[in-house]
């Protein structure tokens, strides 16, 4: 039991925090209790530096993160921007979703063919990727 998360459910999941929903807070626990994989697009230590550098985000966010992927056997598993990633880009229309990191951590979901954990409205509106919430 995979999944592909967004950079808020992460972190959300990571602090045990109320925004995240029950069903994705079940949704990601089965998947560590299972042996399954969390899959964490690149892009989302982008996301997380930015706001972090500018003082909008707790400077500990990063480091955390970084050593929750780094724990032996952790279910977290960073995914790399790949080319045939980028491929699968154009099947996130702009239209329906026009920032890129989010184009980008949906077009992760799609060609992994998994889940995508998000709250993000614009990419529950996809039809061509599940998303849990």
């Not at 808020?8 to 602090?15: F, G, P, Q, T």
């Not at 480091?63 to 045939?84: D, F, G, M």
């Amino acid at each position: 039991m995979d999944c592909v998360t967004d950079t808020h459910a992460l972190s959300w999941y990571l602090y045990a925090m109320p925004e995240l929903s029950a069903n994705a807070k079940n949704y990601m626990d089965n998947a560590a209790a299972s042996g399954g994989c969390i899959f964490v697009p690149t892009i989302s230590f982008v996301e997380i530096t930015y706001p972090a550098e500018k003082g909008r985000l707790g400077a500990n966010v990063l480091p955390r993160i970084n050593a929750a992927i780094q724990t032996p056997n952790s279910v977290l598993k960073p995914i790399e921007l790949s080319h045939q990633l980028t491929i699968t880009l154009s099947q996130i229309p702009r239209q329906i979703v026009p920032e890129m990191p989010d184009r980008i951590i949906a077009a992760t979901a799609l060609h992994l063919n998994l889940p995508l954990v998000t709250k993000d409205h614009k990419i529950q509106a996809l039809q061509n990727i599940q998303t849990i919430w």
